[in-house]
Every structure is written in C-alpha cells, then in structure tokens.
C-alpha cells in the first residue's frame, strides 16, 4: 500500500507530541511537513524532531506540498471549523482533535463540509485503541457480568492550561465566553472540555445513548484558573444504565511550559478507571496501570512512570485503513455528535441546577 | 455478638468505665435503656485518619469527596447509601445540604453537596457474590493535596500479611487491643465503647435523624428525578 502523504497544522494541541513517534515510525505513512500556530511551538517542534519541514503558515505549506492526503488538526477547538473548511477545499482527509466543536451549528457545519467533499474525518477518541479497553469490551461481549447497570469512569488528568494556554482561555476551548452559573465567575471551557472519552466510551459499551444528565461544579483546585476544573456527572442512558462520570484536571502539576519529567505535584498524572456493575458482578479496570514508580530527578517526588502509551499506533493505523479503503471511522463526526450534546448538557445542568433530559 | 460484647466489656472495664453498654446488633447499643446506633464505620482507623487530614490542615481547600462502594449481593444500597453520607459529613466535617440520585435496581450514584460547595459522589453496587468483601475507596481532593484510603495507582485496598502455601491467606490486624477482631468488628467495638465513654448519647441520634432524612431525600430524588434539598 503507497504510504499515507499526512501533515500536521499548529502543533498547540496538548496530543502534538504523541503524534511524532507514530508518524515516523508507521510505515503506512510519509510524514511530508507541519505548519506551526506560533514561533513558542515551533521551537518546541524543532526542538523534538529532526528531517520535516516546518512552515509558519498554514497555507504557505499546502502550497508548497500538493502531494498532502491528509492532515492531523492538532489545534485549539477554535480553529477546527477554519482548518477543516481549508482542507475540505483541497480533498484533504482530515483526523480531528477530540473535541470538533461545542457549537452545534459548528459542528453541523463540519459534518456537512465533509460529506460534501466525500472525505474521511476521524475523530480523535484514543482510548479505543487501548487493550484494556478491547480486553473489556471482550468481557462484555463474552457476557461475563450480563446487563450493565452502572457505568462509573473517572478521566481526571492534570491540568494542561500552564503549557497549553489556549486550554485556559474559555474562547478557544469552549469557542466562546458563558459563565458556568449565575453568580459564578468561572467560565465553561475547563476541565469538561479536555475529556471526552469516558462520555464517549459509555455510549460503545452500553450500546446506547445518553437519556438525562446531572452535574455540579465542586470549588476549583486552581483558584486563578478562569474555568470548572472539578466537576463531578451522573445521569441515566436510555437503556437504563446509570452513570457516574468524573472528567476533572483533579491530579496537580508544576506549572511547566513544555511536559516532561517533574510535571507531577500528585504522583500519577492521569487516570481512566471504568467500573461495569452488572447483572451477574462487576468488572473494574484501569486503563493505564500497572505502572513502575521512582522518586528520582528532577524534584525526588515519588512519581508514576507509565509503562503503555501506545493508543496512538492503533488510531492512525486505522486513520490509514480508512482513507486507503474508503471506510467510515468507528469515531466519525455523525457519531460523535451525540457526544458532544452529552458534554453540553453537563454545562446546561450546572447551570440551571437541574438534570437535564436528551 | 457474645465475642464483641465481651471485648466491650474488657474495654470499659480496662478503662473504668462504669456504664452498662450492650451490643444489640452490629448497629446498635443499648445504654440507659435507650437504643442509640453506633455508626461503627466512624471508628474504622482509616476514617478517623483521613477526618483528622481533612480537618487538622494537612489539606487546605477541599472541593470534592469521592465514594465508591461494591458490596455483596441482596444487601441494602439505601443502607450503604447511609453509612457513606455520615462518612461524608464525618470526614469533612460538614453538612450536606442538597442530594441528586439516579437508581438502577442494585445500584445507585449520587452527588450530594454540602456547606462551602464542595461536592461528594458517592457511586454503590450491591453486585459481588455472597461472602466477597466489599471493595471501596474514598478520596478527597483539595487544593492542596489529596488524601485517599487506596494506595496510587491501585484499584483495591492491600492486606497486612499474605500467605502463600497450600491455601492461600490473608490477614489485616488492626488493633493489639482486640487482635483477632476484623476490622469491621474492631469498629463496632470502639464504637459502643467510644459511646459508653463519652456519654453522648443524644448526639448520636441525632446524627441518625439527620442521616434517616438524607436518605428520605435521596429515595425522593430517584422518584422525582430531581435534586432535593435539605
């Protein structure tokens, strides 16, 4: 098969860098050039790698790289509409950051875009491509604990915004400025908006979709973060699951600019842990452990070393398969949809203190 | 519950105090003719010390409480539900003033809120097979610093001994006082004797009035779908 022609625009998105090792390694792919935002990321991109060019504009380099097929949108949620419209208008096939848009008419906007210019538009939901996760979904089709009757996950990461800062600006993560309650100066746009997955996971192992959502905002941790960065969901899908869902930046970090060792002020950095109660047990699993741990440079803090971080390989493997063999990606634009009204109607419900019904 | 009530009367003897306490049940005891609950989790070490971080300033800030509990089969969720919202008012030594539920047969989540808005949620399954010891955890998180009665970075709670021979064994000894206990058993224990030494009697129930309204509410809230005040 002729590798994949691909490119990377803006290189702000906190998943960048994940996708460097893939895009060398894979032979399925020809990594052909990036466009960065802004001269700090640019640093840090020719700071980490070697032999691709780098341009500073967006269309400055699909000028110069007609042969691109398609294009990794690693840029702020703002952006994605603008950056999908200038691939559209190439044939480019696009693999889209995890949140699209929170704008509904947006997120109309793209999914007509695409379908359009008959593209393959990938969203960019990892956790599919990690064993545990397929081990799982295994057990569930095995129906080792029958029915589910609940689904609790947590996705709580650090937070990202000190070497992100497009993350703590509500008009970039959110598209625009809503305070998260009446009387709150917060803004939506935090912690929620970082962590799709286990919103997205419920609905693949339940087969179902969600029904009525309930949601407080808890004090922030950060108190000089303008967003929710603790917030704590439970609801109902339509085949009766509960759910109990914590997607919060609750694990503290150093204030670095660039992630690396040290990052960690609690020691683990990030946690998806999924409890299945079923008709016959319960399953409960954590997505990235075991680990192996140390207390060594740079700040002698005992600290989790992660030991699998390879979702990437499985994601662009099938980006590839996709494009090449005309497919629809398992997270596509359409099904994410869904997913997306989930997350806002977390917002709608700690707005108005009510639970809210889909 | 002639062991326990032994130990309770080793206890208040050792100690000198002079109170008839008896051990009704595992939940209750009867001092002064008056049935007064135990609330025996209260006295389980790890929630005495994770009370004393919450409340002694080892954390500052807190925002959340996080409650997970599996429990045995055919057990009562409405009565896990109680135990783990005095464990919230208890730990962070605050009310809880708002409730929102949502109920699927054996299970149960809640986000209970309580006073300076912090948020608890509390997540309980009445799904493991008969005899299987309930698996929890309990976290609060605050500004600075987390405390939780799960090590990182693990899904379970780990034992004191491991045996590995013919039949595999493990044990968790808490308590030199009243080695040969369970945990759960030492609770009760120190909790009636806790009760008996103190003399508070009235403030227990009331302790379990308010714990007897909040789960009124919570069964309100899953019958309404809605967040209940209290």
């Known amino acids: 098969m002729k590798p994949l022609k691909i490119a990377m625009m803006s290189m702000t998105h906190g998943h960048t860098r994940k996708y460097y090792q893939t895009l060398k390694d894979n032979p399925k792919l020809d990594w052909v050039a990036v466009s960065t935002a802004n001269d700090e990321v640019k640093e840090i991109f020719l700071n980490s790698v070697d032999g691709i060019p780098c341009y500073n504009s967006e269309l400055e380099m699909l000028d110069a790289h007609p042969e691109i097929e398609a294009v990794v949108l690693a840029s702020e949620n703002s952006e994605h509409l603008r950056q999908m419209k200038l ?11 995890k949140i699209p848009t929170f704008d509904m008419d947006e997120y109309e906007e793209m999914i007509d875009i695409v379908d359009k210019n008959d593209l393959v538009c990938q969203v960019e939901l990892e956790m599919h491509y990690n064993p545990v996760i397929v081990r799982m979904k295994e057990l569930l089709a095995n129906n080792e604990i029958g029915k589910i009757k609940s689904f609790n996950a947590t996705n709580i990461t650090l937070s990202p915004v000190w070497a992100f800062p497009w993350q703590g600006v509500p008009e970039k993560s959110y598209g625009k400025r809503v305070h998260v309650k009446e009387g709150d100066p917060r803004f939506r746009g935090g912690a929620l908006c970082d962590h799709p997955h286990i919103f997205d996971m419920i609905r693949h192992m339940t087969g179902s979709d969600f029904d009525c959502i309930y949601a407080e905002v808890a004090p922030n941790i950060r108190p000089d973060i303008i967003e929710e960065d603790m917030l704590s969901v439970i609801g109902r899908m339509k085949d009766g699951t509960i759910f109990s869902l914590d997607p919060s930046w609750s694990k503290m970090e150093e204030r670095l600019k660039v992630p690396g060792p040290g990052w960690e002020v609690f020691p683990k950095r ?26 060594g440079c740079p700040n002698d803090r005992y600290t989790v070393q992660y030991t699998y971080f390879d979702e990437w390989i499985g994601l662009i493997d099938e980006f590839v398969d996709n494009i090449r063999n005309k497919k629809q ?27 809210v019904k889909l | 519950m002639n062991k326990l009530q032994e130990k309770l009367n080793f206890l208040l003897d050792k100690y000198s105090v002079d ?41 500052v800030g807190v925002s959340v409480m ?74 609060i998180i605050s500004q600075r610093g987390i405390a939780c009665d799960v090590v990182v970075d693990a899904q379970l709670k780990q034992d004191s001994i491991y045996v590995f021979g013919k039949e595999n064994k493990k044990f968790t000894d808490v308590d030199f006082e009243l080695y040969g206990l369970s945990i759960e058993e030492i609770a009760v224990v120190r909790a009636a004797f806790a009760i008996a030494q103190a003399g508070n009697l009235d403030e227990m129930l009331a302790i379990e009035s308010n714990l007897k309204t909040l789960v009124e509410k919570a069964k309100m809230s899953v019958k309404t779908g809605e967040r209940q005040v209290i």
């Open chain 2, 19 to 59: 109170v008839k306490a008896e051990l009704k049940d595992c939940k209750t005891v009867i001092i002064d003719n008056k049935e007064i609950p135990v609330l025996s989790h209260r006295l389980e070490r790890r929630f005495v010390e994770l009370k004393n971080i919450v409340q002694g300033g080892t954390l």
């Open chain 1, 329 to 355: 990606p398992l997270i596509n634009l359409k099904w994410h949809k869904r997913t997306i009204e989930a997350m806002n109607a977390v917002y709608e419900s700690i707005a108005t203190g009510k639970v």
């Open chain 1, 87 to 97: 691939c559209a208008e190439r044939g480019i096939h696009i693999l889209s950051m």
């Open chain 1, 270 to 295: 990030m946690e998806v842990n999924i409890t299945l109660n079923g008709e016959k047990g319960t399953v409960m699993a954590d997505c990235f452990g075991p680990n192996v741990y140390h207390n």
């Open chain 2, 66 to 139: 996080r409650v997970a509990r599996i429990i045995e089969r055919d057990t009562d969720i409405y009565e896990a539900l109680y135990r783990e919202l005095d464990l919230c008012q208890y730990v962070l030594g605050r009310k809880i003033i708002g409730i929102t539920v949502m109920q699927n047969d054996n299970t149960l989540n809640a986000i209970a809120t309580a006073e300076d808005a912090i948020v608890c949620t509390i997540e309980i399954s009445a799904t493991l097979e008969k005899g299987e010891i309930p698996k929890d955890k309990h976290e």
